[in-house]
Structures are given as structure tokens and as C-alpha cells.
Nanobody
Framework: QVQLVESGGGLVQPGGSLRLSCAASGFSFSNSVMKWYRQAPGKERELVATITNTGASTTYADFVKGRFTISRDNAKNTLYLQMNSLKPEDTAVYYC?????????????WGQGTQVTVSS
């Protein structure tokens, strides 16, 4: 059974930091491109950051560049998102996403999300 379980969300003051984790199981994590998305109330889900299967390459949305860092530990089947200098506009539900290509097919998986609230 495929599972992506996010954790680490919560309430933080502006300027603060949080580290999100996404524990993966039931599929080949080390062969999957991983992403973090977020969705704020009343808004569409948006891509935050991407990391390749080896972790050699990362990309970020402009609105988080220089503040957020995506990383992974393939030995632990875990994806991370370090979020620094948080702003109220970063308030959203953050989702972990996996894209696995295997035998010519694409498999996509989503986590259930973790709430991040940035407020004083």
C-alpha cells in the first residue's frame, strides 16, 4: 500500500522556521521525482519545489527561492522541506507528491497534507 505521510506543520510567527517531512512507503522512493505543493484557502494548488530522484537537482517557485530548501534521504525514504523566513502568505496546506516512472508507465501519489499557519 502506497503511503505518503506529511508531518511537521503547525503555527509559527512571521520570520520563523518549520521543517516538513514526508515519509514514503509502498513504492520505489529512490526512483521517484518528489515535489512539495501547497494550497491556500480559496486558491489553486501550486508547486513549491521539486527534487530529482538522486537529489542532485532541485528547483523552486520564485516565491520561495532563497527561503525554502527541499531535500531527501533515500535511505530513510523521506522527503523534507526546510522553510525559513516564513511569511503570512506561506499559510497553506502543504502536500507531498511522488512521480515514479516504471516500465514506461507513470505513477503519481499524493500525501494527505499538513497545515502550515504563519501568524502573529
Amino acid at each position: 500500500q502506497v503511503q505518503l505521510v506529511e508531518s511537521g506543520g503547525g503555527l509559527v510567527q512571521p520570520g520563523g522556521s518549520l521543517r516538513l517531512s514526508c515519509a514514503a512507503s509502498g513504492f520505489s522512493f529512490s526512483n521517484s521525482v518528489m515535489k512539495w505543493y501547497r494550497q491556500a484557502p480559496g486558491k489553486e494548488r501550486e508547486l513549491v519545489a521539486t527534487i530529482t530522484n538522486t537529489g542532485a537537482s532541485t528547483t523552486y517557485a520564485d516565491f520561495v527561492k532563497g527561503r525554502f530548501t527541499i531535500s531527501r534521504d533515500n535511505a530513510k525514504n523521506t522527503l523534507y522541506l526546510q522553510m525559513n523566513s516564513l511569511k503570512p502568505e506561506d499559510t497553506a496546506v502543504y502536500y507531498c507528491y511522488a512521480n515514479q516512472r516504471w516500465l514506461g508507465r507513470v505513477f503519481e501519489y499524493w500525501g494527505q497534507g499538513t497545515q502550515v499557519t504563519v501568524s502573529s
